[in-house]
């Protein structure tokens, strides 16, 4: 707990805080959360037809979401 008590300080509490927060039940939860408004937009955009707009979209979509998990 003493890392949230003030601002992470060097390589290694800034190594042990990032260890500390992917191990947490919460980003698991966040992943799947973001998987599925990425489901979400990517039904809406299917129903928008094909063109180069419509693909911008889903690459937006699946990048934003990969990068998230």
């Known amino acids: 707990m003493e890392l949230t ?11 042990e805080a990032l260890r500390l927060l ?4 919460a980003m698991e939860e966040a992943r799947r959360h973001t998987r599925r408004l990425a489901d979400e937009a990517r039904a ?3 129903g928008m037809g094909d063109g180069p707009a419509v693909e911008a979209l889903r690459s937006l979509v699946d990048g934003v979401a990969e990068r998230s998990v």
């Not at 992917?22 to 039940?25: I, L, S």
């Open 22 to 25: 992917r191990a947490h039940p």
């Open 44 to 46: 809406l955009l299917d």
């Open 5 to 15: 008590r003030r601002p992470v300080e060097g390589a290694a509490e800034l190594e």
